[in-house]
């Protein structure tokens, strides 16, 4: 039976940003994953990345001292 629960999801500009966010999450073992953009969330380039809401900090720091553009960061309730 699926569920809902609260993940935190990273939506980006442009879809550049997207992959070297995944790229870098991956670089530096941040759990996730890149999915569509959740209907609840908007930006241009209909990518975002999901993660572990206890996982706020380091990814926005991460995402900050490697110059990546995010868009919005929201936590968002996701069927899993």
Do not use: N, Y
């Amino acid at each position: 039976m699926r569920q809902s629960r609260d993940f935190l999801v990273i939506t980006f500009s442009e879809t550049s940003d997207a992959m070297a966010a995944e790229k870098l999450f991956q670089e530096h073992q941040i759990p996730g994953r890149i999915i569509p953009i959740p209907r609840q969330l908007s930006a241009g380039c209909g990518l975002s990345w999901r993660t572990e809401p206890d996982e706020r900090e380091i990814v926005r720091q991460t995402l900050d001292l490697a110059g990546i553009r995010w868009h919005e960061m929201e936590l968002v309730k996701l069927w899993v």
